[in-house]
């Protein structure tokens, strides 16, 4: 509860900085503008996993570049988003539950760093999310889609859907892959109770755009899939 308390304890003092991120001029870059909004969700998830006494290595960051590009991920747990943002060295958006827009200063700040809102209802939501994201991509932005769809909750890697693969060659960027152990160590494994946890990132080799775009939709899925399930298994046999 604690965790959570901080997150809303927090929100108002970060109104002033968001008064400043929208009152940035238009003549801003994109690359300037994101990297200025991503100083405030650096700040809140690095508070956050503060509190839960984990602690978080990461390696590959080498393989990080400038400009937009699609990162994917395996999800283990609900603390993936606030371990990736406090951790990866890029600022990207996300997909988030269309209900956190009901959400005063959380939804703003989330439109700043370009996340995208998928209501789970509504199946045409979901075609309109790759839609978006592809967008966002072309404009510039980076994003971060979890392909297996839903938490596995430290399960395994579960299979990946196509709708990455879709995005990334629509859009022509390059494709980040990341492999993250223990998230799941710090709640869903302790029945939602929170507890310390060693977690593990990697931030594996740049897939190039011409690379993602010579490879049919099935075979990127089925590449990207297999490279970050062999570096969870890795990542595991570290414990």
């Not at 509190?51 to 400009?67: A, W």
Request: hydrophobic share 40%; with cysteine.
């Amino acid at each position: 509860m604690r965790t959570y308390g901080y997150l809303f304890g927090y929100l108002p003092f970060s109104l002033k900085k968001l008064k400043q991120v929208q009152a940035l001029p238009e003549s801003t870059s994109i690359q300037e503008k994101d990297a200025f909004v991503d100083e405030e969700p650096i700040h809140w998830a690095s508070g956050i996993l503060k509190r839960t006494k984990s602690t978080f290595q990461v390696e590959g960051t080498e393989n990080l570049i400038d400009g937009p590009a699609l990162l994917i991920s395996n999800h283990e747990g609900n603390f993936d988003i606030p371990t990736l943002i406090a951790n990866i060295p890029k600022p990207f958006g996300f997909i988030s539950k269309a209900e956190v827009k009901k959400l005063p200063v959380i939804r703003d700040w989330m439109e700043e760093m370009n996340c995208i809102f998928l209501d789970r209802t509504n199946r045409r939501s979901a075609m309109q999310v790759l839609k978006d994201a592809t967008t966002k991509l072309q404009e510039g932005h980076s994003i971060i889609i979890f392909p297996e769809g839903t938490r596995s909750k430290g399960a395994g890697v579960q299979e990946f859907k196509s709708g990455f693969a879709k995005v990334a060659q629509d859009a022509n960027v390059p494709i980040i892959p990341i492999a993250i152990s223990g998230t799941s160590d710090i709640m869903e494994k302790n029945k939602n109770w929170i507890k310390p946890a060693h977690v593990r990132i990697s931030i594996l080799p740049l897939i190039e755009a011409e690379e993602v775009i010579s490879m049919s939709r099935k075979e990127l899925t089925e590449h990207a899939e297999e490279i970050i399930k062999e570096e969870v298994q890795r990542l595991q046999q570290q414990k």
